[in-house]
């Protein structure tokens, strides 16, 4: 036990300052106290200031925030202040464990990294963490998709099923073992591959060869097809639908014989339903034998869903018909219960004023009614306050790294119960790769250092995959290039104008 300091003017149950003694300890730290009632009292360091005093003497002061003690399996905030002038010691780690609810059983666990400024491996329970759903949030370049890649290792070394929207082929590299030895020594990892774990669809396999082609079924009811078509219709085409839908009722059926069927219909409201249906067709993911839900929800399998390459309201599209066909199927026992990550969340769950997506509905009511069934939802996003408020006031779990933007900012704090400003300070100066998590799987929010990977970072899969290509001539004479994969374009035309004013 090691004296830091001592309590230093004005003291409140849950504030109080720290006049230093020890110079090297850094803010994020946990230090204890004794408190004359009731006994030793956890507390955190959040921030610091160094200064000269009138005698040119060197002060520095720690600002400390009350964590709470213990009793009878509780954790409780002292009722009176603690004395001026006692003795702060660093806490230790039992204590610091005890306080926070950090696991030592390694069972059905995450090991997700360090608690921040401690040489304490933070594991959460996998059924707590995932169970009401979760969110992952952060600004650009704060270590968000590492984070999720992380947090999908650690999901299918405990055999749970998993699906993934993916719109920028990130997590493909969960195939790819790690290199950065250096870096795994310090957080006690192995390098690994999840090959036999990992299998990947696409949408666009021109830009993705080695996934396989995605092909949904087009077996839809009224509701489900006036949700995803490309246009809205008016009561005219519904009933036009409808009558095809009715007469095709009990057959297996592609969307060609639906679109041959609705075309028969002696109206003129058929030619925008038409349209519509040609819409779907040319998309190409229902195109041929669908996928079945057997096949994409396996316990301990990460079934990766591509969209790299597509255009965003086919990625709607995709989204909106797989979370439908889900979520019917986990309700009527077909699949078993999973974990169902949303990348750029805020695209296909947009907050009311942001614009509407296809696929908000569904997601919505899988935010609502899914955990029940055992459809555990995430929904990861760099724009929080584009996220519907409804989705993400639902997921239990927050894991939130760095985020400065106010709105952001504010629509963390609306959902998260007991948000305090203290928190937003956190999260604004959290460093890169460090995560305030707050949920049940935790008594308190803790700060972690998130742990390096087993795999290897995305960057360098993409970077493989356009090598792979490289090579190949496209249809117009020249290579496949990074920004044909970053744009998706399919028009041959574009890309030849990009390449001629790239140069």
């Known amino acids: 036990m090691k004296q830091v300091g001592k309590i230093h003017g004005p003291v409140k149950p849950t504030t109080f300052q720290i006049l230093l003694s020890d110079l090297s300890t850094e803010r994020g730290s946990y230090i204890k106290v004794n408190h004359d009632v009731y006994g030793w009292v956890l507390a955190k360091i959040e921030s610091m200031k160094r200064y000269l005093d009138d005698f040119d003497d060197e002060v520095m002061l720690a600002e400390a925030r009350t964590v709470g003690y213990k009793r009878d399996d509780n954790v409780l905030i002292p009722k009176t202040p603690f004395k001026p002038g006692e003795k702060v010691y660093t806490a230790d780690k039992s204590l610091i464990m005890s306080i926070l609810g950090l696991r030592r059983d390694k069972k059905d666990s995450m090991y997700i990294g360090m608690l921040e400024g401690h040489d304490i491996p933070v594991y959460l329970d996998v059924k707590k963490t995932i169970g009401k759903h979760t969110s992952v949030l952060a600004k650009t370049g704060a270590g968000k998709s590492y984070t999720v890649a992380v947090l999908l290792e650690e999901l299918i070394k405990n055999d749970v099923a998993i699906v993934i929207i993916d719109p920028h082929g990130e997590y493909g590299s969960l195939r790819i073992e790690n290199d950065d030895y250096d870096a795994m020594l310090k957080y006690n990892i192995k390098a690994a591959s999840y090959t036999d774990k990992v299998v990947e669809y696409a949408t666009n396999r021109r830009v993705n060869p080695n996934a396989g082609k995605l092909i949904l079924p087009s077996d839809f009811d009224l509701i489900e097809l006036t949700e995803i078509m490309p246009m809205s219709l008016g009561d005219r ?267």
């Open 237 to 503: 085409q519904k009933s036009t639908l409808y009558s095809a839908l009715r007469d095709l009722e009990g057959e297996r059926y592609t969307l060609k014989d639906l679109m041959v069927r609705v075309e028969q219909e002696p109206t003129q409201a058929k030619w925008k339903v038409m349209s519509g249906l040609e819409g779907l067709d040319e998309s190409g993911i229902f195109e041929g034998d669908p996928i079945a839900l057997e096949d994409l929800v396996q316990k301990g399998q990460a079934t990766i869903i591509n969209l790299l390459g597509t255009e965003h309201h086919i990625q709607e599209l995709v989204v909106a018909k797989l979370a439908r066909m889900l979520f019917d199927g986990i309700r009527v026992g077909k699949i078993p219960e999973f974990f169902f990550l949303v990348e750029e969340a805020h695209n296909f769950c947009p907050e009311r004023g942001f614009g509407d997506s296809i696929s908000s509905s569904i997601l919505r009511d899988i935010a609502s009614e899914g955990r029940k069934f055992g459809f555990h939802l995430c929904v990861v996003s760099q724009r929080p306050a584009r996220v519907d408020k409804n989705v993400l006031s639902q997921c239990n779990t927050q894991i939130i790294l760095k985020v400065t933007n106010p709105n952001d900012l504010r629509a963390i704090s609306h959902s998260i119960e007991g948000f305090t400003p203290g928190m937003e300070k956190e999260i604004r100066q959290l460093s890169v790769g460090h995560a305030l998590i707050v949920g049940e799987s935790v008594e308190q929010p803790i700060t972690v250092d998130i742990r390096v990977r087993e795999t290897k970072h995305h960057t360098s899969h993409v970077r493989a995959m356009v090598a792979e290509q490289s090579s190949d001539e496209d249809d117009v004479g020249g290579t496949f290039s990074g920004e044909d994969i970053v744009e998706g374009s399919s028009s041959s035309f574009l890309r030849l104008l990009k390449r001629i004013f790239l140069k």
